[in-house]
């Protein structure tokens, strides 16, 4: 069921945004003043054609891409605001992160690669927490491979946990299903929001599947670095 969109209750802000990317000839106005707010507990699709600026976006969300020119809150904190190593122990605490190509360390297992994150935060229940999302996304049996061992779905799976383990507020995805097969990517989608769900998270995807989009609260089209229409 679509859940109601408050704007009272939005977790991120985006105010203005301007970002340009390249030198020269070859620059390019990536986001030309964006402005958006998302709910705390909703999902949002972002969608657009290639070039659209909205794989950027959602990387400037993450902190991961910095602007030139506008404000990002996201929990009350301005992220435009915070030095390099703010950013990162903002973004370990708050963002979790889910690439389209799972970004997995291959000399390390499922569990291992799900510990990474508490581990550099310190958290003395690493290994306890990283098995219980594993176990939650299906892979209580899978602990101990390697990435090379796994399907693509697993790895998502796997990447999905590291996400979730640190217990962000806020789950970015990029293209969560785009590296996968039409029945697994199917698979990873449903176990996608139902880990949201069961979290309270505020979920920011970008997709070119329609479909997928249409399972959030919201659909933000994007094209030439603008948000369009009525429903933004």
């Given at each position: ?5 408050t ?6 802000q ?8 390249g ?28 070039g659209?600026?909205?794989s ?21 904190t ?34 291992e ?12 229940k690493?290994?306890?927490?990283a098995?219980?999302?594993l176990?939650?996304v ?19 799976r ?7 383990a640190p ?7 990029d293209?969560?299903?785009g ?6 990517g199917v ?9 949201q ?5 505020t979920?920011?995807?970008v ?6 989009a249409?399972?959030c ?13 009525a429903?933004?």
């Open positions: 069921m679509k859940q109601d969109v704007l009272s209750t939005s977790v991120i985006l105010e203005n945004l301007h970002l340009t990317l030198e020269d000839a070859s620059r390019v106005h990536v986001l030309k003043g964006i402005d958006l707010e998302i709910a705390k507990g909703t999902s949002t699709g972002i969608v657009g054609p290639s659209s600026g909205k950027t976006l959602l990387m400037v969300i993450a902190g991961l891409e910095r602007i030139d020119e506008g404000r990002i809150v996201i929990n009350d301005d992220i435009t605001k915070l030095n390099e190593d703010q950013l990162a122990a903002f973004r370990g605490k708050h963002v979790g992160i889910v690439f389209q190509s799972f970004h997995l360390i291959p000399n390390m297992t499922a569990l690669n799900v510990s990474v994150p508490l581990e550099l935060s310190g958290d003395p690493a290994q306890e927490k098995k219980a999302e176990e939650a299906g892979l209580g049996h899978r602990l101990n491979h390697y990435p090379g061992q796994l399907s693509g779905g697993e790895q998502q796997v990447a999905l946990a590291r996400a979730l217990e962000p507020t806020v789950l970015i995805a293209e969560p299903t590296n996968l097969d039409g029945e697994t698979q990873v989608a449903n176990l996608l929001f139902e880990r769900r069961e979290k309270g998270l979920l920011v995807l997709t070119h599947d329609l479909d997928l249409k399972q609260d919201r659909t933000i089209p994007v094209r030439s670095g603008i948000i369009e229409g429903n933004a």
